[in-house]
């Protein structure tokens, strides 16, 4: 089988002077040399988040180290360090916490193409310093059609203060009937999914979305849509105001396309409705997506 090398790869070949076994070609890929040993950082987990004010952050672990490193704005172009257009750069092993610092730590981030909700570029840090007081560099950066996934917030826990009120019953929290009775189903390449894990997550301020979640023991499915949405048929992309992802043992995958139809949306009791069906960026087909929730 003769494989076909783009262009983007290609450009990382004459940067880097040769492609040799050492470095990654996937979809998607995140790699570094770290100092000047040539220890090959290449984490298994990678993605991109955008966040609601427009930053985004590139996130890569192996499980024993992880970088993370943000950008002020999800376009094309060149960020450096020093004019704090990257806001800021960790690396952490077992034992060290390294991150960028003002005036020491010197590095860039290039963007090189956004298509299809997937980020492709290079970067290299120079001087991370260590809470050991010692210091990091990256080098030779590169990332590619890494999935651009919208931020979602955990969900805070509030504390209530306890308060002793003199023969007064403590009041029980109201909970949304839609939903306690909660149901999301749908076929992954033809075979039945059943969840039995549901919740309901609205985030964003200017203009708010709701995230729902449905999972069972080892698959999760999860689709965004803004709040004031009205019944009617929706593109599914992975990321944006309707976006959708599926995930297998923790390992997720955006969806490239696919069809939300909201079949009943009731503002007031919270309650939501509707079909769904989507094909992810690796390759996985769901159909048949029915959901049933309340928010």
């Known amino acids: 089988m003769i494989r076909k090398i783009t262009p983007f790869i290609a450009f990382f070949c004459l940067i880097f002077n040769s492609c040799t076994t050492d470095i990654e070609v996937n979809s998607p890929g995140l790699q570094a040399t770290i100092d000047d040993d040539n220890e090959l950082f290449r984490p298994g987990i990678k993605k991109a988040v955008l966040h609601d004010d ?61 298509y299809n909700n997937e980020i492709s570029g290079s ?31 955990e969900k805070e826990e509030v504390i209530e203060e306890e308060v ?42 200017n203009n708010p979305s709701i995230l729902i979640k449905a999972k069972n023991d080892t698959e999760e499915i999860t689709i965004v849509f803004p709040i004031n949405v009205t019944p009617g048929q ?21 969806a490239i396309s696919g069809t939300l139809t909201i079949t009943d949306h009731n503002s007031e009791t919270q309650c939501i409705t509707g079909t769904y069906e989507f094909t992810t960026r690796s390759g996985v087909v769901v159909t048949e997506g029915v959901f049933d929730f309340g928010y």
């Open 234 to 254: 929706y593109s599914l992309t992975g990321s944006g105001d309707y976006s959708a992802t599926y995930s297998l043992d923790n390992d997720k995958s955006s």
């Open 164 to 205: 002793i009120v003199e023969e007064e019953e403590e009041e029980e929290e109201e909970i949304n009937e839609c939903l306690l009775n909660a149901s999301l189903t749908a076929k992954v390449n033809g075979v039945d999914m059943i969840t039995d894990d549901h919740d309901a997550i609205p985030f964003g301020v």
């Open 54 to 114: 427009g930053t985004l952050v590139i996130q890569g672990s192996t499980g024993s180290e992880s970088i993370s490193f943000t950008i002020t704005s999800s376009k094309t172009g060149t960020y450096k360090i020093n004019q704090q257009a990257v806001n800021a750069v960790t690396f952490q092993n077992s034992n060290t916490k390294f991150s960028s610092e003002n005036g020491v730590s010197q590095g860039q981030i290039v963007v090189d193409e956004i």
């Open 123 to 153: 970067f290299y840090f120079q001087d991370l310093k260590g809470s050991d007081g010692k210091s990091i560099t990256f080098r030779n950066g590169w990332f590619y059609r890494l999935p651009i996934e919208n931020f979602v917030p």
